[in-house]
């Protein structure tokens, strides 16, 4: 097995992550989520563009796997209707994705990255990494 030099990062998808007794169910929502990433500009950029909770973005953006490499993203509840700066808006959670720890590995990694408190109100983010043979 060669060794993997890059993956693909697709960011699938946030969704709103709610509590039913002891069960947790997944409700897709509306919520004015503006989302930041860090470490990519076209990241960054695409994901500005969408401020809705749930979504879908396609392209996968290639990154050189070693050990400083990082992604970090971050999301924010503003107003979907006013240009507001970031800093303006709530931080509802972060996660840092360390690109060095994917395994040498032909299969995809879905990954699951929870963003927020104990009560599963703030959101998810399921990050797609997806090694490049």
């Known amino acids: 097995m060669k060794s993997v030099e890059e993956i693909g990062l697709s960011v699938k998808c946030i969704r709103n992550l709610i509590q039913v007794k002891n069960d947790i169910t997944l409700q897709n929502f509306n919520n004015p989520y503006m989302i930041i990433a860090y470490g990519d500009k ?3 950029q695409k994901l500005k563009s969408n401020k809705f909770g749930f ?3 396609n392209e996968k953006y290639y990154f050189v796997l070693n050990e400083s490499k990082k992604l970090k993203i971050q999301v ?3 107003k979907c209707d006013q240009e507001a700066k970031v800093e303006s808006g709530e931080l ?3 996660v840092n994705i360390y690109l060095k720890y994917i ?3 032909f299969h995809d990694h879905d990954q699951f990255f929870e963003l ?3 009560s599963y109100t703030s959101g998810q983010i399921l990050v797609n990494l997806q090694p490049v043979c």
């Open 116 to 118: 927020g408190n104990e």
């Open 103 to 105: 395994l040498d590995s």
């Open 55 to 57: 979504f879908n973005i």
């Open 42 to 44: 076209k990241i960054c």
């Open 92 to 94: 509802l959670g972060s």
């Open 76 to 78: 924010y509840n503003v």
